[in-house]
């Protein structure tokens, strides 16, 4: 099988579809940064260790989703039916609350860190929130999939309780931030707290 084609030597790509764009688009940049996380994602499976299994075994999952939310950016509209709908949205909010409900409460920003996995969660969790920037920029010029930009939403906020979870499964102190206040009050409801950078 040969790897190259030479198509894109002059600086272009073709969609799904056949259309011709730039590869500096803001297209082709939305669905490189996905498979930028992709590959994070790819090695965070490679340190996870038996007793994370399941852990493992989901973010095996999430590659393969995270694989149709680049299929779908890649994909004009209209050309054919997207690949991610409600379903996948609703599967990564059931968890993220069950993950939320696994580590202690907080009160303070944390610090990126910890375990290395958890330290590499993060990471993700920060690519992912340039993925969003970079669809946001997007949809204001074409029509993208939205239910891929809700998803991506949640999944930085997926990551950061993932990582959350790491560290409290092997009892790893999480650093926090110690120059600002109290910012998060688990015993009021949440839409009485201020609002956080966490909670975009």
């Known amino acids: 099988m040969q790897l190259y084609t030479k198509r894109g030597d002059f600086g272009n790509t073709n969609l799904i579809g056949g259309r011709t764009v730039s590869k500096d688009s803001t297209r082709v940049d939305s669905y490189g940064t996905i498979d930028e996380l992709n590959s994070l994602v790819g090695y965070i499976v490679s340190q996870i260790g038996a007793e994370d299994a399941m852990i493992k075994?989901?973010?095996?999952?999430?590659?393969?989703?995270?694989?149709?939310?680049?299929?779908?950016?890649?994909?004009?509209?209209?050309?054919?039916?997207?690949?991610?709908?409600?379903d996948l949205v609703d599967w990564i909010e059931e968890r993220i609350d069950q993950y939320a409900e696994e580590?202690?409460?907080?009160?303070?920003?944390?610090?990126?860190?910890?375990?290395?996995?958890?330290?590499?969660?993060?990471?993700?969790?920060?690519?992912?929130?340039?993925?969003?920037?970079?669809?946001?920029?997007?949809?204001?010029?074409?029509?993208?999939?939205?239910?891929?930009?809700?998803?991506?939403?949640?999944?930085s906020d997926y990551f950061f309780a993932l990582a959350r979870v790491i560290n409290h499964r092997h009892g790893v102190e999480e650093p926090f931030y110690e120059r600002g206040g109290v910012v998060f009050h688990p015993d009021l409801k949440k839409e009485a707290l201020p609002k956080t950078k966490y909670d975009d």
């Open 57 to 86: 075994n989901e973010l095996v999952k999430l590659q393969h989703d995270l694989f149709d939310c680049g299929t779908d950016l890649s994909t004009p509209h209209g050309v054919r039916e997207y690949k991610v709908q409600k």
């Open 103 to 155: 580590a202690l409460a907080i009160e303070k920003f944390i610090i990126p860190g910890g375990d290395p996995v958890a330290g590499l969660l993060h990471m993700a969790r920060t690519v992912t929130r340039r993925s969003e920037r970079i669809i946001v920029a997007l949809s204001k010029e074409t029509t993208v999939n939205p239910v891929v930009a809700i998803f991506i939403n949640r999944l």
